[in-house]
């Protein structure tokens, strides 16, 4: 959209007239500006005041065209520009939404490659249920607490709210102070499933969970 807006300027600056041709690669901008009723942001708005003000004088032309299209770089040259959107750029114009969006997207992609370094990320059965022969009752108890969805879970104004641990009748009962509380890590409920619910239920914390 930016070398839309400079190649308008170009034209008005030398006063070119008669039929004008306007080649863009990007097929989004082209369809942005296409629907030029829902164009809000202060960029697409400046590019509709310099079209109006071209089209008293000349015929416009906005055509996309693909690019790079089978040539042997053209990953490279993508990568390339992607990495570009994310670097501070020279001058101090506001951004456009779009903008602000290409770069927020890139930056989102690139967390997403990083796996978590939590110990039960990607294991087998993270559930822990799945993997253990009790009854149906027992499975769903622990699934509500390696999952963090028990069933005294409520909210107030956007925050979690949880009952008051009936053990030591302080803290409110959430999954970790449930392990806490019992003195059991996560890693139990996905090595020893059994145990961990044959200490609940001692402790009577089965109502909590």
Not at 2 to 18: S, Y
Not at 71 to 97: F, R, V
């Amino acid at each position: 959209m930016i070398a839309i807006d400079m190649a308008l300027d170009f034209v008005l600056e030398h006063q070119l007239f008669g039929e004008i041709w306007i080649l863009s690669d990007s097929r989004s901008v082209v369809q942005y500006l296409d629907n030029w009723r829902y164009v809000s942001d202060w960029r697409g708005m400046d590019i509709f005041n310099k079209l109006r003000t071209l089209c008293n004088t000349c015929v416009f032309h906005l055509q996309w065209i693909p690019s790079h299209a089978n040539l042997k770089y053209n990953d490279i040259s993508d990568n390339l520009a992607k990495e570009g959107t994310t670097m501070p750029q020279a001058y101090a114009e506001p951004l456009t939404y779009l903008e602000l969006y290409s770069r927020r997207k890139v930056l989102v992609s690139i967390s997403w490659r990083h796996q978590p370094a939590l110990s039960w990320y990607r294991c087998e059965s993270p559930g822990a249920a799945i993997r253990f022969k009790g009854d149906r009752k027992d499975k769903t108890a622990l699934a509500r607490l390696s999952s963090g969805h028990l069933k005294t879970l409520r909210f107030s104004r956007g925050d979690k709210k949880f009952n008051i641990c009936t053990k030591c009748n302080m803290i409110e009962a959430t999954p970790q102070h449930l392990l806490d509380c019992v003195a059991l890590v996560y890693d139990d409920l996905l090595k020893r499933p059994d145990f961990v619910l044959e200490v609940m239920k001692a402790n009577d914390l089965m109502d909590l969970i």
